[in-house]
């Protein structure tokens, strides 16, 4: 298996603009988590999917912040409008059926 | 969401020498507690975990001790490598890791030859 995959590895844009993650979990998984990661809060639960369907999003930070998972093998994190405290690297993480987290290797975003 | 307390922030230890690092959390609805390795560039990837029903769980060079009353855990390295160079995360969750980890602040790790 390939692990979570995400897209893009790194992210540079300017304040203002539309941010699109992308996350492919790994197949079987059915509990998809967002986190970011930045020096000063670390890691930081965003929001998390069960069978695609958001159960917990208190972690959002902003309404600027949406996710969302269409089906069982993609999902997407939004920032519209992208501010530059909102630099930091994302992770996606998929869970197994013994309830291992397998990250992806991250999103680094930054806002400038 | 709860805290996860972890200290030290960073740690260096001596090649041979043993790393220890230390959590503590309040919500007492966890009941699963994995650490978590992280290398640069990387995500962060499962070393070990405990659940509260065993006080001590080894797996090769890596423990964790778990004290239920106290509310804490560490982890101990033994024989440390420079290869265990890391950065490591103690996290916490309840409903056996489906609600979502909480992570420590994580342990900035340097094993020196």
């Known amino acids: 298996d390939a692990g979570v995959i995400q897209s893009p590895r790194h992210e540079v844009t300017e304040m203002g603009q539309e941010v699109t993650l992308r996350c492919k979990p790994i197949?079987?998984?059915?509990?998809l988590f967002w986190y970011r990661q930045t020096m000063m809060r670390g890691l930081e639960l965003l929001i998390y999917?069960?069978?695609?369907?958001?159960?917990?999003d208190s972690g959002m930070p902003e309404d600027r912040f949406s996710a969302k998972m269409p089906n069982a093998s993609f999902s997407t994190l939004k920032i519209q409008p992208s501010e530059p405290r909102d630099s930091a690297v994302y992770f996606c993480?998929?869970?197994?059926?013994?309830?291992?987290?397998?990250f992806g290797e991250g999103s680094r975003l930054t806002v400038l | 969401q709860q805290q996860v307390k972890q200290s030290p922030q960073s740690l260096i230890v001596q090649k041979g020498g043993i790393s220890i690092i230390n959590c503590a959390y309040e919500n007492t609805a966890f009941d699963y507690f994995p650490w978590y390795q992280q290398f640069p560039g990387k995500g962060p990837a499962l070393l070990i975990a405990i659940r509260p029903d065993v006080s001590e769980k080894k797996e090769g060079r890596f423990t964790i001790s778990f004290n239920k009353s106290a509310k804490q855990f560490s982890l101990h390295i033994m024989d440390s490598q420079p290869g265990d160079s890391a950065t490591y995360f103690c996290?916490?969750?309840?409903?056996?890791?489906?609600?979502?980890?909480?992570f420590g602040k994580g342990t900035h790790l340097i094993i020196q030859p």
């Open positions: 993480a998929s869970r197994s059926l013994t309830g291992e987290l397998f």
């Open positions: 996290a916490a969750s309840s409903g056996g890791g489906a609600d979502g980890l909480t």
């Open positions: 999917f069960n069978n695609n369907v958001p159960i917990d």
């Open positions: 197949s079987g998984h059915d509990y």
